[in-house]
Each structure stands twice: as C-alpha cells, then as structure tokens.
C-alpha cells in the first residue's frame, strides 16, 4: 500500500475518506462521543474541560497552600475521581496500545505530535488540549503506515488476522476483534458493518482484498474512539451530582493507570461478563505484578519530575562539550530506573528516593559522577560513596541539568522545583516589568549566592526569590549538568540554606542534607499523593477530591510510602469508579 497508491485510491473512492478520514472533523475533539451506532463525535469547539488548566513554566503543579490543594470549604460534594472527559491518548500510549492492538512485538517508526504538558502533566493536556491540524495529520499517516507494515507482509498479515482477506467472513472476525481492543468496547452492528463495508470497497476498487482490509484498518486506528479515553460514564441512580464508569470504561481506566495502554484479553472479558467492578482489587494485583506495571511507573516518574525537557535541552558546547544525546538519555534512564526500583522493592519506602547512595550509571554517568565505570556498555547498579556530596534524585544529573541554564546553574529555578514539583506549592509569577536577569559575576559578587542577594535585594523581587533561592542554593555544589564542585570562580561555596522560610528545623547545609529534609517533610509525600490523583485522573482536583487525597495520604503514611501500595488503593477507592456531572 504505497503512498501514491493510497493518494489515488482517495480519489477513486470518496466513500472511504468519509469514513477512514473522520478525524479531521474533530480537530478540537472534547465533546461527547455518541453511545449509538453511528459511533460519531461531537462537540468540536472545547478546548478546556479542566480546572485552571494553565502551561506549567518548570513543569511543576501550579496547586497553591501548603498542601497544594484546591482549597474550599462546606459540602464539597460526592467523591468523584475527575470530571467526565474524553483523554487523548499520550505518544506513549498511542504506541503502546498499537502494538497492544495486534498484539505485534515491534512497530514500524511513527512520526507523532509531540505531547503538551499542562499543570506539569502531559495526562492533563491530553484531557484539555484540542487537536492540531498537524497532529491528524500525523494520525493519518501513522494509520496507513501501520496499516501498511502489518497487512503488507504475508506472513505477519496471516498471524494477525488467522484468516485469508479474500475469504467470505474474515474481513468480519478480523475487524470485530480488532475493534474491541481498539475501541476497548464491542463495536456496535453499525460500527463493524461499516468498516466491513470499507474494506469490501477498497477490495473492489484497489482488486485487492488486502489493500481494502488496511483501508478499514487505518480508519479504525484514526477513529477517536481509539485515539480518546472515553470516561463519560452513565447518571447514577443514587446521585445526579455523578456518574458511574460502565465496565469497559473502568476496565480501560485501570489498564492506563497501571501499564498505559489499552485493556489486554483478560479485562476485555472481564468486562463483557461484568465483573470489573466486582472484582477491581484482584485485577489491580494481576496488573501491578506484571513487568509493564514498572514500565507505566516510570513514565509516571518522568512526567512527575518533567524528564521529556531533556530531549530539547541544550547546554553551550564550549562549557560542556560532555552534554551529548546519549548523556542526557542515560540521565533520564538512571532516573527512571531509580525511581521504579524503589517502588518496587520489598518494602520500598518513596522517602528513600531522597536520601539513597543507590542508583543506576553507565560509563558517561559514570565519568560525569566521578565513580568508577562499571564493565559493559549497559547500566549498572552502583552505590555512591558513603561520605560524598551526592545522594537521592537531587543528586541526579538529570534533574540538576533541566533546572539550570545553558551555562550556568540556577538556584531560583531548582527552588522553584522543590517548591512547585515536590511540594505542590504554588510560586506567584514575576510582574512583567521586573528584570530576571542576574549581575555579571564581579569581585563582590562571585557566587550565586552574592548575586542573588543583591537582585533580591529588589523589594519587587524578594517575596517570590525568599520561597525559591534558599533552597536551590543548596545544590550550588552541582554546575549546570550536574557535576559536582566545591568552587565558584574562585570562591568557595555555600550550599546552606533553609526548606520552609518558617520553620528552623528545616534548615540544612548542602544538598545531602536538603534530601533528608525532604524525605521527613510529610508535605512530599502528600505532593506525590496529588500528582498520581492528577496523572490518574487527567484533571486537576477539585474541593470533593480533598477527603479522598487525605485518604490515600493516610494509607500511603500506613504502608511505609510504598507506591505500589499506594497505586492499590487508589484504585480500589470507591472515587475511582465514578466521574463528576456533565458540565
């Protein structure tokens, strides 16, 4: 199915861009998808369903109070686990669930619109953001080429499919299969009939069974009940403030959270029969013990600590010609590594993510830490030395990188992510006629730490700079990529500084020591509490979700801060079943 082929085919069969084209009528896709059989899309002009769902400067979570919730007071209503939305599916995802669809091992390479993040989280733009022109068009072709890859190889095409295109019924049992999983429901008697109908056209018109079975094939894989999580569920009888998710619907809901992608056999059939529900806690064990539950936790550890930053980030050559490609993936790997290690380890406690001498290097890591390289190419478990300077993610290469500038480090914008990221504190933005720009290294001001006070000096300046340079300051010890030092043109370094401007006992005096500070603030734990919620739910909480957040917060407290611990019982809460009313 070359591309010229398909152009051609276009045109000799309109019928077929109808149906395999019909994205590009819902480029602002947040309406409602239609129940029935026409199994359409409506509602093409909401482009925010979310609340206060705003771009994120560094990628942290624009929440404000020291919890960083949402505030309110009074009845806040029933618990609902986010608003009835329709989550477009992250790049992730996307690729995760085709392959998942086939049930292929590899794909073809697919070029795809890169995932927006809102409030930090890539899950949230996904639920508010509307579809470019220029990401259905990537859509498209990702369809045909996939389509092209599976279909077009005879030997791959007859295990996909287990039959023979050209035979009486197998474009039927083919496509109802595949549609189930890609739709994560059953299709309707309309929905098969049409696209049975699309390839019985392109086999006619093409003189190729094939050719008209991928037809069909790439407009279900441009359909939005593939390309959206539908999460809308239905009125409750007992409630009209919300609505109850249908089997299928809580059944896809679970697999994202726990191995992003679309629901394997097993809860497919689970959900036909019923039993979702009933059965939740013996599904969530069966997904958390499978090896993709490590895969979906580390991309919930990218998205929480912003890691997709590295793949743009630059950093001046001349300064640190070391900053290649490779080094920033094996920064983000060790991160990820780390993090999922802890998570699910025996009794893993997440605090231990602050304070930890372990953690994962290959031989560029290796050089850029200072420890000895490990043999082989791959990554290696290390522990770092007992008495050094550098333990626990503030350690990590990858995080001190992101939040510096392209030549030099910045302790405003590694406070700003503690703060924003870590303690879903909020950080006011600075007023639009105030000057950022710090002075120029001099001989009374070689430091950072000089040049900040005298910047913050600024009335206009030292509210915002008091919640921020404090504690970044405790990694100047770190340059802009995360190499360690003890010197700032010729000036020996201060790495003193203070967590909470009102609380002594959170002072502390490098960045060791501002790990172990925020390994004790209960504050962390309940952040990473309020960003799973958000991750999960694709929303930003409302006042109702506080008991349920306190809740978990409790339980992750009970079970030593063991995230798997945590995934479960958010998962079994009754919350989770349920979305808000319809606006």
């Known amino acids: ?38 199994g359409s899309m409506s509602g093409a002009t909401t482009t925010s369903s979310g609340a206060g769902a ?5 990628g942290g979570g624009a929440a404000t109070g020291a919890g960083g919730g949402a505030g309110g007071g009074g009845d ?24 998942d669809v086939f049930q292929v091992e590899s794909l073809p390479a697919l070029e795809l619109e ?21 990401a259905t068009e990537l859509y498209e072709q990702a369809a045909y080429r996939v389509a092209e890859a599976l279909l077009g190889d005879e030997a791959l095409r007859q295990s996909i499919t287990g039959c023979d295109a050209a035979q009486a019924g197998c474009a039927e049992q083919f496509l109802g299969r595949l549609g189930l999983r890609a739709f994560r429901r059953p299709l309707t008697a309309a929905e098969l009939a049409r696209f049975v109908g699309v390839a019985a056209q392109g086999a006619t018109g093409l003189g190729d069974a094939w050719e008209g079975l991928g037809y069909a094939v790439a407009g279900i894989l441009q359909s939005p009940h593939f390309l959206y999580r539908v999460e809308l569920g239905t009125p409750s009888p007992e409630d009209a403030r919300v609505r109850t998710l249908d ?107 602050f304070t ?13 830490y200072g420890v000895p390289a490990q043999p082989g190419e791959g990554f290696s478990r290390v522990e770092l030395p007992a008495d050094g300077e550098r333990a626990g993610l503030l350690g990590h290469a990858s995080l001190l990188s992101l939040y510096a500038h392209e030549s030099s480090t910045s302790a405003t914008l590694r406070g700003k992510f503690v703060r924003e990221v870590l303690l879903c504190q909020g950080v006011p933005a600075p007023p639009p006629t105030v000057i950022t720009t710090l002075p120029e290294p001099g001989p009374d001001a070689r430091t950072a730490r000089d ?74 734990s309940a952040c990473l509490v309020r960003t799973l919620y958000r991750h999960a739910s694709g929303t930003l909480e409302q006042p109702n979700a506080e008991p349920v957040l306190a809740e978990l917060a409790t339980s992750f407290t009970a079970s030593g801060h063991q995230l798997r611990e945590l995934l479960h019982a958010m998962i079994v809460h009754p919350a989770f079943r349920v979305v808000g009313a319809l606006d």
């Open 114 to 134: 890169a995932d927006t993040r809102l409030n930090g989280l890539t899950a949230i733009g996904g639920t508010n953001l509307a579809l470019s022109p220029r």
């Open 247 to 353: 089997e299928y619907e809580l059944a896809s809901r679970l697999s994202y959270a726990l191995w992003s992608t679309t629901p394997d056999d097993t809860l497919l059939d689970a959900a036909s029969l019923g039993t979702v529900n009933a059965s939740l806690a013996s599904h969530v064990d069966r997904l958390l013990g499978a090896p993709r539950a490590v895969g979906a936790v580390e991309g919930f550890y990218g998205e929480y600590l912003g890691l997709s930053g590295l793949a743009t980030l630059g950093k001046l050559t001349e300064l640190f010609p070391e900053f290649t490609d490779a080094l920033k993936q094996a920064m983000r790997e060790e991160t990820v590594r780390a993090a999922a290690d802890w998570s699910f380890a025996s009794n893993g406690d997440f605090r231990e993510l």
């Open 76 to 99: 806040t209503g029933p618990a609902y686990f986010g608003r009835p939305a329709l989550r477009r599916l992250s790049t992730v995802e996307y690729e995760n669930s085709v392959q």
């Open 54 to 58: 705003t771009t994120s400067g560094t």
């Open 1 to 38: 199915m070359t591309e010229s082929v398909r152009s051609n085919s276009r045109r000799a069969l309109p019928a077929l861009v109808v149906c395999c084209g019909a994205l590009g009528a819902v480029t602002a896709c947040q309406g409602t998808i239609d129940s029935g059989a026409s």
């Open 356 to 368: 930890s001498r372990a953690t994962y290097v290959n031989a560029e890591l290796a050089a850029l």
């Open 451 to 524: 040049r900040l006070a005298v910047h913050s000096a600024d009335p206009a300046c030292g509210s915002c700079h008091a919640l921020m340079d404090p504690i970044g300051l405790g990694l100047e010890n770190f340059d802009a990529i995360g190499r360690y030092r003890t010197m700032e043109n010729d000036a020996p370094i201060d790495a003193s500084g203070q967590l909470h401007p009102d609380d002594p006992a959170s002072v502390f005096d490098g960045p060791v020591e501002l790990g172990t500070v925020l390994s004790q603030d209960p504050r962390v």
